[in-house]
């Protein structure tokens, strides 16, 4: 592959990051913001303080005023515990307030990097399904959540713990140490371990979880079937059998989930016994007095608040750990489009477009998706690659699109190759409908000004005529202002289309591609979009036009037609040179009727 | 949305259980805090006065054992929960799929072997997908998705309300009650105090939840935007990189998660603001008390051990006020999920297709082998909720072996057609009428029994569903005792046997949800080799070849070609390639059959346009 203006294609990649804990680099995400989470931290230790002292403050108030001294003796303790009293709903209440808000500006920096990189790495392959994107999106979110209920606890526990255990040490040595292991039992040990026993029953009762939600997707989904075939009986006696399951093992499972609450209320009465006993007998023996024994035992049963949120914590980290290994997984995928080192200019004027010996694959195991692609594109002209699904197509598409650099041949616009013009360049030049065009959740015109930011709306309304889309337009309430909804959810399959041409023909690229553009339309309406397509690209001055298809309508409007099939031409020609030949496509014909 | 809602205790038993045991353990856990701050002050004040280890032994012992009880007890109380939540939730599942499903108890027998005094409209089949949205993906509705969700994971939120929730609830009235007398008995001056703060909490909640909800409800709107705005972009990449608008965008998305920061920071200053309430209540009153107690002490007006009595018990009063707030909202989410659940079981099967209740079934004209005369008389047909008819007055003779073809654009009825026949939807007005060609009288369609009416058809729809099983399986759907012998004829006849046999365990490949292992023509192929198998008399056909690559639908042409020969059958196509293969070519344009001159056009134009 010797392709001038670039480096060898095996130039090392920058050294991944060493694989590292992965919640610890969701937490590392956020030390831009470390002053806000100390100040979270702060203030929720402040509040989780408050409310241990509280009660410690007012055992040092009874037991001092028991002895009945002097009213001068417990004023101070009145005053500390009626502040006790106000500060920790007032700390617990910015202490929230801090932390999610430093929690959202994280997100903000992580929503950009993850974007970043998915925009520099290869957009389409990868991240095709529709779910595996709103996985990666919620992976991003969970950051946040990691970040507000994973991260300020825990600290809160160990600083306030720290104070506790220093408190009860300092009045009694063994109480302390008591409280210590108490502490940590409950804090750490039990959620951990109930985590860990949890995990058991989280993946048998996701397995009949997963059993069930296929029987019901089967019996719902598939109900017309079921019921013209007579088999929604049958349908419905597995989904109860999945039910059954689920509740059997969701059942049987309990008393282990059970554990926590168990194992948490047990140590805290037995740590709590504990500090009574060792009070006792120290203050029979003379070593501790009245006052720090009621302050011990009081402060022991209040300090077990400090652990409360943390089994919660333990619970999700599991979760949140799977979200940070799959976020990083992105992060740390190099790009699969390199910018070239010395850029080219594109040459003016109109540029003919050919595709020579080009292969791709996705993987050095895989098979070759495109395997020594030869085509032309000429000035002016329209194209037509057809092909079965899976013969390449797609592949096709986004190395025209620059989604991925070839893996051998050359893409060649007006004799300089694609890849070594700024990645951008090239799709100035390069532009049209990728395959399921997105349209944003905006108004029309945002949509259309994607392609040309300072268009008017002269120019939109131009495109929308040549997409014959106008007229459907002006008939709209808010015409280019009207907000088409998610996925463009209130357009029609065939609206959406044209839409995307019309944005296609605003970016006005030199060589048209468009890619499947009639895939999910209706019979009817892939008739007439095919129709406009061609008769709009055909319209386009200074502009060739690529379309990509599976299907047969309209072919005999274009100039030249590339029937490909695994990943090879098997053979080209116009309509009616294939139609004279004995081949695929006259084949294809026949049998369609 | 109410905390406990009756419907819920009403239809689940495992619900009333759970309560009854959730009540038992949640007067045990008060007796036992009660137990618990009795036993520390008494030992305290007892140390405190001079009592050596030996004469508090018993109430040391007292608090040890109160702590393995109270431990049992958690124990014992959260797993019950969580038994009787997954039975509760069973409960609602299988009342929910019964209810969409049409399958209630008492319509087994019916659906699989109709018997002679079996109601016709028995095999009510439930309004998932009959609701006029069966049309043209032919694929259940979007609902299904929706309702998929709905018992799997919504209802699995109720588990923390079985577990978490409403067991605090039952503390959250038991205990401050309890503590309440046994502090009154003590002090009633703290008592008082306990008494005045306990009920602002609730009164001032509901007022800043009411005020947030409100706050809430008006930025809706805009946190939904801005929330879902990043989720729009990452799906948009591909888009915008093709327009360079890819590396522009880094910015945007920056601003507006900055907005979305700044729109929800303030939603939550006042969303806050109820726990701030709560916990600034809760424990200025625990101070109060405190204060008071240690003054009162002090001018001895009170002894020791009832002042730690009163100091241990007031936290405990607020404390389960404090669990309910914070399990609130994770809680109502199972809640919602059950009201869900309910307004659909309220929902009720569509009244208007079902035929009075306690008419008989009549036997089905004809034979398996011999299909009957099928007439339309002047049928209209308009779904529920719709301004226009999808059908209006159809008029159609079907004589038994004719092979009709249905065209027309989309959207003219020719699936609501095809409905129609299968019994998804019944006429509004005018009558689908069944007869044996040899003997006389026409049966309405409605009148006869549904499943095996339906047994007389072979339907492949214009998406065929695939289940997650295996080839054969998939194949077997209308037979389900077929021998693989038989289906492999029938994959054979539908040109499946070829791709099926190369896949990794042949016919007893599992081909994954929705048949995602195949191609949309090799799914078609298996849809077609089930109406082999079926081996009906009646053959309805929606699209056939929409969508598919040119050698897939030459496969399926081939298939379809052998499956109409010697049946009847009506095929719905929006092209007229088809019309070799047929009779007679039926054009339908928004719901009414055209004219003859017009179809006598139509066909000329199909003549052209073929090559």
Known sequence: MTRPGRTAPAKPRPPAPARREPLLRMIALARPRGARFALGVLLGAAATGAGVALLGVAAWLLATAAQHPPITALSVAVVATRALGVTRGVTRYLERLVTHDAAFRTLADVRVRVYQRLASTEPVRRFRSGDLVSRLVSDTDATQDLLVRGLTPPLVAVVTGGAAVAVCTALLAPGGLLLAAGLLLAGLAVPLAAAVLGRGPGRRQAVARGELSTALVDTLYGAPDLVAYGAMDRAVQRVRRADAELTRVARRDAGILGFGAGATALITGLTVWGALLLGVAAVAGGTLDAIPFAVLVLTALAAFEIVAPLPPVAARLGAVRASGERLFDVLDTPPAVDEPEHPRELPAGEPHLRVRGLRVRYGPDEEWALDGVDLDVPPGRTVAVLGPSGAGKSTLASVLFRFRDPDAGSVLLGGTDLTDLPVDEARAAVSGVPQDPHVFASTLRENLRLARPGAGDEELWAALRRARLASDVEAMPDSLDTEVGSHGSRLSGGMRQRLALARALLAAPRVLVLDEPTAHLDPDARDAVMADLLAAAAAAEGCSTLLITHDLAGLDRVDHIYVIADGRVVEHGSHAELLARDGWYRAAHTAAG | ?611
């Open chain 2, 1 to 611: 949305m109410k905390p406990l809602d009756p419907r819920l205790v009403r239809t689940a038993r495992a619900v009333r259980v759970h309560l009854a045991v959730t009540v038992l353990c949640g007067t045990a856990a008060t007796g036992l805090v009660l137990a618990q701050a009795g036993l520390l002050a008494h030992t305290i004040a007892g140390a405190t006065a001079g009592a050596g280890a030996a004469e508090l032994s018993g109430a040391i012992a007292g608090v040890a054992a109160v702590a393995l009880a109270r431990a049992l007890l958690s124990y014992g109380a959260e797993t019950a929960a969580l038994r009787s939540a997954a039975r509760a939730k069973s409960e609602l599942r299988t009342r929910l799929v019964d209810h969409v499903t049409g399958q209630g108890p008492g319509a087994d027998g019916a659906a699989s072997r109709p018997s002679p005094g079996a109601a016709p409209g028995d095999h009510d089949p439930g309004p998932v997908w009959l609701s006029g949205q069966t049309g043209p993906d032919g694929t259940g509705t979007p609902r299904a998705g929706e309702l998929v969700t709905l018992a799997t994971r919504g209802l699995d939120a109720l588990d923390d309300y079985f577990a978490r929730y409403l067991p605090q609830l039952v503390l959250a009235v038991l205990v401050p009650l309890s503590v309440l007398v046994v502090v009154a008995g003590a002090d009633w001056i703290s008592a008082a105090v306990i008494a005045v703060t306990l009920p602002l909490i609730p009164v001032f909640m509901a007022l800043v939840g009411w005020h947030t909800q409100a706050r809430t409800q008006r930025q809706w709107r805009l946190l939904n935007r801005l929330g879902g705005h990043f989720l729009d972009v990452v799906e948009g990449l591909p888009t915008l990189a093709v327009f360079r608008r890819a590396k522009a965008q880094a910015a945007i998305i920056r601003r507006v998660t900055e907005e979305h920061r700044r729109a929800t920071m303030g939603t939550l200053r006042v969303a806050f603001l109820s726990a701030l309430v709560l916990e600034l209540l809760s424990t200025i009153a625990v101070a109060l008390v405190a204060v008071e107690v240690g003054l009162r002490l002090m001018y001895g007006q009170l002894d020791y051990e009832t002042a730690l009595l009163v100091l241990i018990l007031a936290p405990e009063a607020y404390l389960p006020l404090r669990e309910v707030g914070a399990r609130f909202h994770a809680s109502m989410e199972g809640v919602a999920a059950a009201e869900q659940v309910f307004a659909e079981l309220d929902r009720g099967g569509p009244a208007g297709a079902r035929p009075a209740a306690g008419a008989t079934a009549e036997p089905v004209p004809g034979t398996r082998e011999r299909a009957p005369l099928l007439r339309l008389a002047d049928v209209s047909l308009r779904y529920p909720g719709r301004s226009a008819d999808a059908l209006s007055g159809v008029s159609l003779t079907v004589p038994p072996g004719r092979r009709i073809l249905v065209t027309g654009p989309s959207g003219s009825g020719k699936s609501s057609l095809l409905a129609l026949l299968l019994r998804f939807a019944a006429p509004t007005s005018g009558a689908v009428l069944v007869s044996d060609p040899d003997r006389p009288g026409e049966v309405p369609l409605e009148r006869l029994a549904v499943a095996e009416w339906r047994s007389r058809i072979a339907w492949v729809p214009q998406h065929p569903y695939l289940f997650d099983a295996s080839v054969a399986d998939n194949i077997r759907l209308g037979a389900p005792d077929a021998d693989l012998a038989a289906v492999r004829r029938a994959a054979v006849l539908a040109e499946a046997d070829g791709f099926v046999g190369a896949l990794p365990q042949g016919y007893d490949t599992r081909i994954g949800e929705r048949g995602a292992r195949l191609s949309a023509g090799q799914r078609q192929r298996v849809a077609l080799a089930r109406a082999f198998l079926r081996d009906a008399p009646i053959v309805l056909l929606d699209e056939p070849t929409a969508h598919l690559d040119p050698d897939n639908a030459a496969a399926v042409r081939r298939a379809v070609t052998r499956l109409l020969a010697g049946r009847t059958a009506l095929v719905v196509a929006h092209d007229r390639g088809w019309s070799d293969v047929v009779d007679e070519t039926v054009r339908l344009t928004a719901g009414r059959i055209e004219t003859d001159e017009a179809r006598a056009g139509a066909r000329t134009g199909g003549a052209e346009a073929a090559p």
